[in-house]
Every structure is written in C-alpha cells, then in structure tokens.
C-alpha cells in the first residue's frame, strides 16, 4: 500500500462481495463445483462473518480460468493447482524484482550523488599526478654561461 487510507466502501478486484449462488451464475458453474474447488484449494474466497463464502472479482475471473483449462484445455485439476501456483510465484517473485530494481536506482543515486560531492571538494591549486613512462635515455644538463 502507499501509505495512504483508503476508503472503507471502496471496491476493488479484491473485495470479497458475491456470495456462492451469484459467483456461481458469474462463473458458468455450479455451486456445487465452487465448493469443490474451495475445498481442493484452487480458489478460496474470503468467509463472512456467519462463514459463508464471499467471492471477488477476481475469485469469479479465476473460477473462469480454472473452467477453461479444464474444459478446453482438458488439464486435471491438480495441474490446475499447481499452474495457479507457479503463478503466483511468479507474480510474488517479479513484484520482489521490481522492488529490488527501484532499491538498486535509489543505491546507485546515492552513490553518483556522494561521487559528485567528493569530486567538488577536490583542491584546484593541486595539479593531477599522471605517471611518466621511465626511459633509458641519458639527458646531459648543461647550464648556459652568461654572454656567450
């Protein structure tokens, strides 16, 4: 979240509010087969206060997708889970990537802001040191006489 309150009565994908009955017509299942996928884990919605289930938005756009990889795909429900799974990871370990992109962009900000105070603080009346190759050369110095 970004630090802000939100609205109580807002909704979103994730806001749990149609019960079993209307999830079920949303879906195109019965709610016989929601009960069955709650149980086998594939699609658990939230639970209201008397324990009846409450789906999202989303929970009915999963329920279409488990549907769909059933029906026309004719993948078991086990390979069903386990593609919801590695889905999940996926989208939890690229949210972890992006978050650990932005902390490297703030890092290297950092450091290019300290490498430019470091590189302002430096002397001007210093000549920079630059290494001279050493020769074998013999240089005879020879000092001018005055008037010659």
């Known amino acids: 979240m970004d630090g802000r309150r939100r609205n109580p009565y807002e909704l979103t994908d994730e806001t749990p509010v149609y019960v079993i009955s209307v999830a079920a017509q949303l879906s195109g299942l019965h709610p016989q087969t929601l009960r069955q996928y709650d149980r086998l884990g594939l699609v658990s919605p939230d639970r209201a206060a008397g324990r009846g289930r409450r789906y999202s938005a989303r929970d009915i756009e999963l329920l279409r997708t488990v549907q ?3 029906q026309d795909e004719g993948i078991n ?3 069903i889970k386990r593609i919801i799974e590695l889905e999940n990871q996926v989208a939890a370990l690229q949210a972890r990537v992006s978050e650990l992109s932005s902390a490297v962009e703030g890092a290297a ?5 300290r490498e430019a105070q470091v590189h ?8 920079p040191y630059q290494d001279v190759q050493q020769t074998s050369a013999l240089v005879v110095w020879r000092p ?3 008037s010659d």
Do not use: E, F, H, I
């Open 77 to 79: 429900l086990a390979g």
């Open 120 to 127: 302002a603080s430096y002397r001007r009346d210093l000549v």
């Open 144 to 146: 001018k006489r005055p």
């Open 68 to 70: 769909q990889l059933s």
């Open 109 to 113: 900000a950092t450091l290019r802001a």
